[in-house]
């Protein structure tokens, strides 16, 4: 029997809410949170239950798309995905209060510094439109804080992004594979202060692959350094929740930091 990721239209709330409500489930999220990319020999380690018990509660977690899978070699590593926790947020909690949640998100962002984070998302759309979104600077600009991203788009292309609200790109780096509308690969260098132009060049990985109706979208960040600032990828759950709502709505999402470089900068300032 075919399983659904949750994340479609909507997040199925009830499934992410009962894979939370059970405590075993959450001590597994706790110690994804702690550290990405385990295995379930480490995962288990703290347990006292059986290794088939322990892959049962993974499995729950991966239906409701909190814990997203990756091969290693002989290796099946688990990363935790807050992409549903923020799509939960957004429809539950940010109408009521935003400021203090938003403050937060920013202390789990401050807490977090992996070498290696995974998220993971479900849209309704095409490979071609999702691509579209993701390559055209003008449909970028309208979830990715207004800063699109222009290039040429072929391997070894270089890429900056760029926005009228600054005076110079946000971000740059080259394109290192260009396989439309499958997969794009490429170095992440952040420009926007003096913090994370310290933190040097790591990876972006763009996956598209068509589920029915649907497409799965996963964007791993990696090559990140051991402390990584946790700007360079905390705001990966806000672009992708406003992609999603983009594609299927054609409305713009408004989230923390999400009109940051929308309006054109004060050349007095």
Excluded at 125 to 133: N, Q, S
């Amino acid at each position: 029997m075919t399983v659904w990721s949750p994340i479609l239209r909507h997040v199925d709330d009830d499934r992410v809410f009962r894979a939370l409500a059970d405590p075993t489930r959450r001590h597994l999220v706790d110690r994804l949170f702690e550290r990405d990319g385990r295995t379930l020999t480490e995962l288990e380690s703290e347990l006292e239950m059986t290794r088939f018990g322990v892959m049962k509660h993974l499995r729950v977690l991966e239906e409701a798309g909190l814990v997203v899978t990756k091969k290693r070699g002989r290796e099946k590593l688990h990363f935790l995905n807050t992409v549903p926790i923020r799509l939960v947020h957004d429809r539950w909690v940010s109408k009521y209060a935003a400021p203090w949640a938003a403050t937060l998100t920013g202390l789990k962002r401050r807490l977090e510094a992996k070498m290696e984070k995974v998220f993971e998302i479900y849209i309704k759309t095409t490979p071609e439109r999702l691509w579209e979104a993701i390559t055209n600077p003008e449909m970028r600009r309208k979830y990715n804080f207004g800063v699109g991203v222009e290039s040429a788009w072929t391997r070894g292309s270089h890429y900056r992004a760029v926005s009228p609200a600054a005076r110079a790109p946000i971000c740059e780096g080259e394109n290192l594979e260009v396989d439309p509308p499958r997969r794009l690969v490429q170095s992440f260098r952040a420009l926007w202060s003096d913090d994370v132009k310290r933190q040097g060049t790591s990876r972006v990985t763009w996956e598209i692959q068509p589920i029915g109706d649907s497409c799965r979208l996963t964007v791993t960040h990696d090559q990140l350094r051991e402390d990584a600032h946790p700007e360079l990828y905390g705001g990966w759950m806000m672009i992708l929740s406003g992609l999603k709502t983009l594609l299927e709505s054609g409305q713009l999402l408004t989230t923390p930091g999400s009109l940051r470089y929308s309006q054109p900068a004060n050349p007095a300032a």
